[in-house]
């Protein structure tokens, strides 16, 4: 049998597997690094199928990791489980975790049955919605040696044209985070307002400092925050307010750059008031910088005329951990649209009932076929490999110099 016969008769084989591990995510959302139900129904179900598995691995709690073969390069694909606060699997990490398992189980066959050098590794990588569980990981080393990582991801079906299902070339920024804490004085609002320094002052002259910012930001670069603390009672001045705030930029070095402009915009507004700030940094996300090479593997890998290579407007926004993952190694972070309506992009209710649908998780499977091939290629064809590691190497040199 061919490699893709292998692996298209161990996905058939499988599919009853892969669909329950699917629902079982999808109707029991679980929060980032709280993912214990998934977490042992990944263990459950991989050992069940004959694998050796890893639990808590590589000292998270709620992940874990699976491999197949020897020597050779390595191919890790990333199943992401956590939900949201709320709204359940709104941003669809049921159909992550899908598809990764769906293109780990196929590319095992093929391995398995070629008897090539190689190794595939089902890598569980909890956190991702703010939590920056793939950060944790490559600390530990989860990713050292890897030869690449991929990874797809769901997005609004209604944002694609209606002959395209996925998009390959997909760039995400990267997000700086951070809180900040404005300390002022406390006194009694109309006995002693003199006595006091406040600190909510500081907040909302910030606010308005940075919101004048966003005229002369560059349109691609986004400024978002909330208050976490702003006093307890009118009449009592406020002497302790906390802000979290959001930076994202095209790549990481923009996003920095970005943060000391808006850094100025608090340490001003603490001037003027008199209060004392500072900054606690939060998970910072790097820019998605996807491999051209996997992409055009994926987009050939598919059925003809139903990914694209270059990403539409809209498709998916935001930030993601991968884009961490895409500075360790070769990376890719495909998109594919699932039958939503206007106003039911990632992080909605509508999404997340979407997200859940028969139809999302047969999308979901054919996009882990597509990896596997691609993960095969990356294994069994040395040129293929040498000339990805090559490109992503001269990205990494323009990474380094903010470009």
């Known amino acids: 049998m061919s490699s893709r016969a292998t692996m298209e008769s161990e996905i058939t084989a499988k599919l009853a ?22 977490h042992s129904a990944f263990v459950s179900t991989l050992e069940s199928l004959g694998f050796d598995v890893t639990p808590h691995a590589f000292g998270q709690p709620t992940s874990f990791s699976a491999e197949v073969g020897t020597g050779g390069r390595l191919v890790i694909f990333n199943a992401e489980y956590d939900a949201l606060p709320g709204i359940g699997h709104a941003c669809g990490h049921n159909l992550i975790a899908s598809s990764a398992l769906t293109a780990f189980l196929a590319l095992a066959a093929a391995l398995k049955s070629a008897s090539i050098p190689g190794r595939v590794r ?28 991929l990874m ?69 670069e986004r400024i978002h ?10 009449n009592v001045t406020p002497a302790n307010c906390v802000v979290e705030y959001y930076v994202r930029s095209d790549t990481r070095a923009g996003a920095q750059r970005l943060w000391q402009r808006v850094l100025k915009c608090f340490e ?22 996807p491999s051209a090479k996997l992409c055009r593997a994926y ?26 993952v895409c500075y360790e190694c070769p990376g890719f972070h495909g998109v594919f649209g699932i039958a939503t309506k206007e106003g039911e992009a990632n ?6 009932a979407v997200a859940g649908t028969d139809e999302a998780f047969a999308r979901a499977v054919e996009c882990g076929k597509g990896m596997a091939e691609v993960g095969w290629r990356v294994l069994s064809d040395d040129g293929f490999a040498a000339e990805m590691h090559s490109d992503w190497a001269v990205d990494m040199k323009l990474a380094a110099e903010g470009k």
């Open 17 to 38: 597997s892969i669909a329950a591990i699917n629902q079982q995510i999808h109707s029991n959302p679980e929060l980032a690094y709280e993912e214990h139900k998934a």
């Open 122 to 149: 089902l890598l569980g990588t909890p956190a991702e919605e703010g939590g920056g569980g793939k950060l944790k990981l490559i600390a530990a080393g989860a990713y050292q040696g890897a030869s690449a990582s």
């Open 152 to 220: 797809v991801h769901p997005a609004p079906g209604h944002n694609l044209p209606p002959s395209i299902l996925g998009v390959a070339h997909v760039r995400m920024l990267a997000n700086v985070k951070k809180r900040i804490y404005f300390t002022g004085r406390e006194s009694h609002a109309a006995i002693a307002p003199w006595d006091g320094v406040n600190a909510l002052d500081a907040v909302c002259l910030s606010y308005n400092a940075i919101s004048m910012l966003r005229q002369q930001i560059r349109p691609h």
């Open 225 to 234: 925050g909330v208050f976490r603390s702003a006093g307890d009672r009118p």
């Open 268 to 289: 001003g507004a603490a001037l003027a008031t008199g209060c004392d700030v500072r900054c606690e940094e939060l998970n910072s996300y790097a820019d998605v910088r």
């Open 299 to 324: 987009v050939e890998a598919m059925e003809e005329g139903t990914v694209a290579y270059d990403e539409p407007r809209d498709i998916l926004a935001g930030s993601t951990d991968m884009g961490d």
């Open 347 to 352: 992080h909605t209710h509508g999404f997340a």
